[in-house]
């Protein structure tokens, strides 16, 4: 494949970032409640004014499943399939749903370090779409 884009611009803070992405979240100026990803009114208070900020991109990993089965139509994806993890990483303002990178249970833990990385996503003809997803960090003593 001879071209990349996000499946989403929006969720990152600098699109044209391809090689070490960041989140887009959302901080309430009143309340201060953080969410992801980023929207303009708050949740919490009803406040409308958020502000765009940068996520971290590194977390623990909060919750954590595996999907072991196709999701329904229009599931859009490279085949065959193949199982993939599902978990919550706590960015601590914020608890982001993402994809993992491991796919293994027993190679997650509740509460391991946790990074952010980029991953393909599915091809549109020769346009290869990346997401983001959270892959364990390897911790050096």
Do not use: H
Not at 114 to 132: I, N, S
């Amino acid at each position: 494949m001879s071209e990349r884009r996000w499946v989403d611009d929006s969720l990152f803070v600098d699109p044209s970032e391809t090689t070490s992405p960041t989140l887009a979240g959302a901080r309430c100026p009143r309340c201060s409640t953080t969410t992801f990803p980023y929207q303009s009114g708050c949740p919490r208070c009803g406040g409308d004014a958020a502000e765009r900020i940068a996520l971290p991109t590194t977390g623990t990993l909060w919750s954590f499943t595996v999907q072991y089965f196709a999701p329904k139509s229009p599931y859009r994806g490279f085949e065959p399939f193949e199982p993939y993890g599902v978990g919550y990483v706590d960015l601590g303002d914020v608890c982001v749903e993402a994809r993992l990178t491991v796919n293994d249970p027993a190679a997650l833990a509740l509460g391991m370090p946790m990074e952010l990385v980029t991953l393909p996503a599915f091809a549109e003809g020769d346009v290869r779409v990346d997401t983001f997803a959270f892959a364990p960090q390897e911790v050096t003593a």
